[in-house]
Structure formats: structure tokens, C-alpha cells
């Protein structure tokens, strides 16, 4: 009997709802990128219940390439649900996050995986965002009162190009929206968190799933839980030798 193969570096996990043009462009991007980081990977796409052949897409290139893993949620369950279905088969000791829709690039991905070198955390920001200036003004304010309220040092929350060490996450309660809250959940338990400015592309293909309506009311609604969660967080440290 052979050995399972080892288990990968890095775990590129990402969430994708209708996304199907998106997704050769996509895989080509990943894997270039990938391959100049010299490290062991895998990509884990989470088909969110689509209905437009983004899982049959995933499950050609899952065929083809045992680097890529398919989960496909059985109806649509949202962004988080669909990281959180990722994150529970992903095997590499850092997970990396980003959008299927082609808007991160991952040409940044060596920098994201720079900055991790001496944290815990990366959070990306969108510079030159390339959405509507009403998408725009909005995130600007819901980021600044969302760190106002709970203390959160993450400035641009919407980016979606971010990575984390396993044990960062390990244990964070995954609820509907906590793809808002991620970063400042690990802070808040002691990760250490960097920023780094990449760049964003406009959407080529499909649509946003969300306008400004949903997000500002989902979002206020989880602000309220979060700052409470903060608050109760159990904070504790294990003697050494125990
Ligand atoms: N997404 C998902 N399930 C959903 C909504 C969105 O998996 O119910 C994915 C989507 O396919 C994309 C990412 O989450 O890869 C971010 O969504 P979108 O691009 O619509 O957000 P925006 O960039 O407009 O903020
Ligand atoms: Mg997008």
C-alpha cells in the first residue's frame, strides 16, 4: 500500500458562487503564481450550490490536477459557510483566502506570504479599488465604524485576499457573516496581524453577490454579536511543562 501524499504548505481556499467564466482564467492565475513561491499547495474551490456550471468546471480540474479540491455545498449557503466548508478540508499549515470572481490578484500572493513570515495574520487592502465609488464610500465608513466599535485594526475587512496560520483560526466560531469578522477574531485571541496593499481588478465576468443594502444591515447585526463574543472571548495561557 503507498503512503498519502504529505500534506501540502499552503491551502488556497476559495469560495465561488456562479463564478464559472471566472474560473480557467482563475486556475491559470493561481497556478502561475503558486509555482514562483516554490512551496507544496493545494486549492481547494468551494462551489457555493451554483447553477450556472461552476461545479462541473471544479470537478474537470479536480480530475485533472490532484492539487485541486473540490467541496461542493449542496444549496447555497453563503460566503462564510463556503470558507468554512474549505477551511474544514484543508490540510496545508497556512490557509489563504481570495475571491473566485478574479478581483484579487493572486500575482500578490509571494507578498501576502512575505508578510506572514512575522505574523500570524495577513489582511490585504484594496488599493486603487476598482468598484463603484457608491461600493467605495460605503465600505470607507462601515471599516471605520466597525474598528471604532470593536477595536478591530483590520482597514479594509471587504478585501478577501488574506492568509492565516492554522493555529490562528483553530477554534473560531464560524457563524453566518464571520468572513467580516475573521482577522479581528484572531487578534482579539493574540494573532499577530499585517496589512499589505495589493492590487484589485474590476469584475470581467458574472456578478457581486451583494449591494450595499444587505451588507450594511447583516453587517450592523453582526457587529452587535461580535462586540459582545470580544467581550467573553475565554483568554488563557497553559503554564509551561503542563
Ligand atoms: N460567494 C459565495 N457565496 C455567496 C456569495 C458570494 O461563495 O453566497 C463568493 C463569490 O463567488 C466570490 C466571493 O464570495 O468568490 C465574494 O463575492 P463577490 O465578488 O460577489 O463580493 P464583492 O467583491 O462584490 O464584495
Ligand atoms: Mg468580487
Known amino acids: 500500500m503507498s503512503a498519502p501524499p504529505p500534506d501540502p504548505e499552503i491551502s488556497v481556499v476559495v469560495p465561488a458562487y456562479n463564478e464559472a467564466e471566472s474560473l480557467d482564467p482563475l486556475f491559470a492565475e493561481l497556478r502561475a503564481a503558486l509555482a514562483v513561491t516554490g512551496r507544496t499547495y493545494e486549492i481547494v474551490l468551494v462551489d457555493d450550490g451554483s ?22 455545498l449542496e444549496v447555497n449557503a453563503g460566503q462564510s459557510a463556503a470558507l468554512a466548508a474549505g477551511f474544514s478540508r484543508a490540510r496545508g499549515a497556512i490557509l489563504v483566502t481570495l475571491d473566485a470572481d478574479l478581483q484579487n490578484d493572486p500575482a500578490d500572493l509571494p507578498r501576502v506570504l512575505a508578510a506572514l513570515e512575522g505574523a500570524d495574520v495577513v489582511s490585504g487592502i484594496r488599493a486603487e479599488r476598482r468598484d463603484s465609488w457608491l461600493r467605495i464610500v460605503s465600505s470607507r465608513i462601515a471599516n471605520g465604524f466597525r474598528r471604532r466599535v470593536l477595536g478591530d485594526p483590520v482597514t479594509d475587512i471587504g478585501c478577501s485576499f488574506k492568509a492565516y496560520r492554522r ?9 453566518v457573516g464571520v468572513h467580516r469578522f475573521l482577522p479581528a477574531l484572531c487578534v482579539f485571541r493574540g494573532a499577530r496581524l ?30 452587535v454579536g461580535v462586540r459582545w463574543l470580544k467581550s467573553r472571548l475565554v483568554r488563557y495561557r497553559i503554564r509551561p511543562g503542563d
Open 51 to 72: 447553477t450556472d456550471g461552476t461545479a462541473q468546471r471544479i470537478a474537470t480540474e479536480a480530475a485533472r490536477d490532484p492539487r485541486v479540491r473540490a467541496v461542493r
Open 167 to 175: 493555529a490562528a483560526l483553530e477554534g473560531i466560531p464560524m457563524f
Open 194 to 223: 499585517v496589512e499589505v496593499r495589493l492590487s484589485h481588478r474590476p469584475r470581467r465576468h458574472g456578478v457581486s453577490k451583494y449591494g450595499v443594502g444587505n451588507r450594511l444591515w447583516r453587517g450592523l447585526h453582526d457587529l
